[in-house]
């Protein structure tokens, strides 16, 4: 059984550009959060998805928004990017119904801004 | 925001002794889990207390939750090198948000 993946792995972009992390939550899963992570800090929220909708939103600005897909695969996107967003963004899925709220996270993506 | 602070903020100890974390956290929780991070890559959860719970063993683990106090500790019994990580505790209240703690960073010297 397949836990959390993402991708990609590494990423390096420059300001001002966007990007697009992607999630594949584990099997029988169908809640997706997304979290960032700075160096040296805990993960933040900034939001989750579930039946394809943003349920739960953290204190991000517009520029980060995401989507769920039918298979509750999950992508996040960050426009005009700032050098302030280089962190770890986790992605972590769950299952609603189990009321536990247990979030399994995949390996993250690092994003470096230039 | 943070809404949780571990203490201490770095714990270094031998191989075979018992490390000790402590949560402390704001506002009002449905459950309080336990994650371990290793080397800046994906959390790991090892275990959740609901916030009926007082205590919850798992392995080596033992947690406690006092509400009054709005505190938790995690005991990592016999540590091992293995151990060594970052450990964070998160609080669940409303609607499956989830909010971190800044976390415990936790040397075991073989």
């Known amino acids: 059984d397949a836990g959390v993946t993402q991708s990609p792995t590494h990423l390096i972009k420059t300001r001002g550009q966007q990007v697009t992390l992607r999630c594949s939550p584990k099997s029988g899963h169908d809640t997706v959060s997304w979290y960032q992570q700075a160096l040296g800090q805990g993960p933040q929220f900034i939001f989750q998805y579930y039946e394809e909708e943003e349920r739960q939103r953290g204190n991000f600005p517009d520029r980060f928004s995401g989507h769920q897909f039918p298979n509750y695969s999950s992508e996040l996107n960050v426009n005009a990017l700032l050098l302030g967003d280089s962190a770890l963004y986790l992605c972590?899925?769950?299952?609603?119904?189990?009321?536990?709220?247990?979030?399994?996270f995949g390996p993250g993506t690092r994003l470096l801004v230039l | 925001s943070q809404q949780g602070e571990e203490d201490p903020q770095a714990l270094s100890i031998q191989e075979g002794e018992n490390a000790t974390m402590n949560c402390s956290y704001k506002?009002?929780?449905?459950?309080l889990q336990w994650y371990r991070q290793n080397s800046g890559r994906g959390l790991v959860h090892l275990i959740l207390?609901?916030?009926?719970?007082r205590e919850k063993h798992s392995g080596r683990l033992r947690v406690t939750l006092d509400t009054s106090k709005k505190s938790s500790s995690l005991l990592i019994t016999a540590s091992r090198a293995a151990d060594t990580a970052s450990y964070f505790c998160?609080?669940?209240?409303?609607?499956?948000?989830?909010?971190f703690g800044i976390g415990t960073k936790l040397q075991v010297i073989p």
């Open positions: 506002t009002s929780i449905n459950n």
């Open positions: 207390i609901r916030s009926n719970e």
């Open positions: 998160a609080t669940t209240g409303g609607y499956q948000k989830v909010t």
């Open positions: 972590a899925s769950s299952f609603t119904g189990t009321g536990h709220q247990t979030q399994y």
